[in-house]
């Protein structure tokens, strides 16, 4: 009864959930709504293997050999029962991955749907740094400093530069080997590659500064890679743009 | 000497390829320690520099994979287990076999080749063009070759043991009346004759790239960096299934033999279970690629298909638990690895979910989490798995009993490192510490999970240490074991010695009707 239970309620969020694509929320962050899929996902597979977990340390410790001739006393089941043992829990299996399945699907529609009027710059990854063109044709790098004992001393350049409250999209493409543009407070990557564009887009609501990283292994400097987004208020940015066409 | 060389029995093959495959583990092992000492702190450590730890990594990665797990299971365990388990006197093929063998010890040695070559591979075991076919000063063509040799020795083995499978079954031995880690090598090795070719194909075209000057992998020149991507997970994700089954084939045996009871829903476990594995493990090999910018679509598909491999693996595990119930557990060393294994599965199946999905992955993929996941699904529970098998069968390889006090303290410690070293590294996975770096200086507030995780490899390093000075005594001083320990009702338990003689079989045994390995009421 439970067991019909569990799958008519998976059934319907995953119905529910196909049924309303996640339009409302494209023009906001993903890193709260992937926190909640995050954490809805955490508790599905944790009751999930709760679930294995104590029948398995239950069976464990209750049929212990208790003499020496003793046998186990599992039965060759019936062909009914056998079937019911493939078949109800494979339905629950299904279930539950249909309904993770559209939870992740919508999203992955937000993720992947950039707004109209995104501020667009291009990324280009290199062994070993990253360029940033802006529309006005300015270009910011970043390339990580050490000195002979490997020591990371600095970041040199600015790296890339937002403003406050206006959609990004980045659109990327490398010189050379496959990189990876990482922002993980984001919670957003995609791989640079030469010969192809891939696409990342993000909306910096909050002024502030976040790490991003090169996740895909690229050589010696892979670990040195990485650099700043900083997020600035309009005028700042502006401010910041005009100074980089300056210079 | 040389008649071990030169043997074609199908034991001493099996016992060539566990000795190839322990050194390599140890190996490889050494340097999973020397890369977590390097990660103690922020900024450079005891390695000379990138480049080493990068070499390091690359080892660790292809030994353990390609020259530890693959031939521990398939090569080792099938080798040893199967002609007994189905009643035959040896393989369909022995001298092929013996062939097998020697291609693997070959590319063991080409892939020690590493440590005394100029410029050795720094490429990963992945090999990801351009880097591994343009930019990297290592020469890749050891890796190519060490893929080449062992791929080629898999795809032997494959033929071997599908015939010897399907023609040298004892007169009377039934589909449904083989032991479950048959199906599961046979599964294992059909995903072996179907996609090592692909891997073959993959890095030769990555070799005439970087030798030859073709340019199959230069977009400049027409060629598509994703297209090496898309071969090499093609092969390489099914071959985790390579790994999986018997891993999981070892375990159901050792945990029907000490609970003295049968696979819980044998049928279901092999049509259902294994096929299952098989059929859908071939079409989700993009969830390696969710961030390499393929078509949307594709991955969405790939997130559905990756879904639903929790379906033959749910059925797997669900086997595996049941056969516990209602047994007489008798808890050997074998039998607690094997006992491990079921949270270690859980552990490492259910953080594979997230990754299935393309939406949390865009956050996941590279990061300590990956490595956390696949380290407990693939490393750590095939591990054990071989582990425990090892411990298992060990009175039938060589007649003599390990201590099995010393066993139980060794697993303990094994068991406790594995959690201590791995389960910090989810965390900071979550957190973003992405995977392969030699230096983490934009996230220093990590260091104390890397420390934790290093403390943690050093245990597994102790437990390691005493696991095979527990082997070694026990295979030259062990007390007599006698020939069926455990009391187990399979063929090579009942009808061969410890160890089994040439021919395996004092008399061929033939079975009847309803003879099954997991027999106990009967035996």
Known sequence: MRIKAFSVIAGAAAVLALAFPGDALALNDHTPEWDKVWMHLLIDVGVIGAIFLVVSIYFLLAYTRKSEDEVGKLKQMSFGNSLAWALIPAFIFMADDFYLAAQGWKLWNDQRRVPEGAYEIQVTGRMWGWDFAYPNGVISSSDVEYDDSGKVTGIDGDGLVVAQGKPVVLRMSSTDVVHSFFIPDFRIKEDLMPGRITYLWFNPKDAGKHVYTCTEYCGIDHSRMYGNVTILPQAEFDAWLASQDEG | MKEWIFTTDHKRVGILYLIGTLAAFAVAGIMALAIRLELWNVGPGILSGPNQYNVALYFHGAAMILGFLIPGLTGFLANYLIPMMIGAHDVSFPRINALSVWLYWFGIVLALLTFVIPNPPDIMWTGYVPYASQYSGGNSAFYVFT????????????????????????????????????????????????????????????????????????????????????????????????????????????????????????????????????????????????????????????????????????????????????????????????????????????????????????????????????????????????????????????????????????????????????????????????????????????????????????????????????????????????????GSASLEWTHADSPPGPGNFPTPPTVSEDWTPYNYEKA
């Open chain 2, 147 to 486: 893929v080449h040799l062992i791929g080629f020795s898999s795809i032997l083995g494959s033929v071997n043991f599908l015939c010897t499978i399907i023609y040298m079954r004892a007169p009377g031995m039934g589909w449904n009346q083989l032991n479950f880690f048959v199906w599961t090598i046979a599964g294992a090795f059909v995903i072996q004759l179907i996609f090592v070719p692909v891997l073959a194909a993959a890095v030769t075209l990555l070799l005439l790239d970087k030798y030859f000057g073709t340019a199959f992998f230069v977009p400049d020149s027409g060629g598509d960096v994703l297209l090496y991507q898309n071969l090499f997970w093609f092969y390489s994700h099914p071959a985790v299934y390579v790994i999986l089954l018997p891993a999981v084939g070892a375990l159901m045996e050792i945990i029907t033999t000490m609970s003295r009871n049968q696979v819980f829903n044998y049928k279901v476990a092999v049509y259902g279970g294994v096929w299952g594995v098989v059929l859908l493990g071939s079409d989700v090999w993009v969830h390696h690629l969710y961030t390499s910018g393929l078509a949307d679509w594709l991955r969405i598909g790939m997130m559905v298909t990756t879904l639903i491999i929790s379906v033959p693996v749910g059925l797997l595990t669900i086997s595996l638990v049941g056969s516990l119930y209602k047994g007489s557990i008798q808890y050997s060393t074998g039998m607690l690895y094997a006992s491990s294994c079921l949270f270690l599965i859980l552990l490492g199946g259910l953080t594979g979910i997230p990754l299935a999905m393309t939406s949390l992955t865009l956050h996941l993929a590279e990061t300590y989490f990956v490595m956390a996941h696949f380290h407990f699904i693939m490393g750590i529970t095939a591990t054990f798995a071989l582990f425990g098998a090892i411990y298992h069968w060990f009175p039938k390889m060589t007649g003599k009993m390990y201590n099995e006090t010393l066993g139980k303290i060794s697993f303990t410690l094994n068991f406790i490192g594995v959690n201590v070293t791995f389960l910090p590294l989810f965390g900071i996975g979550v957190e973003g510490m992405p995977r392969r770096y030699y230096d983490y200086a934009m996230f220093p507030q990590f260091q104390g999970a890397q420390q934790i995780a290093t403390v943690g490899s050093f245990i597994i390093a102790v437990a390691m240490a005493l696991t095979f000075v527990n082997w070694i005594h026990a295979a030259i001083a062990g007390a007599p074991a006698g020939k069926n320990p455990w």
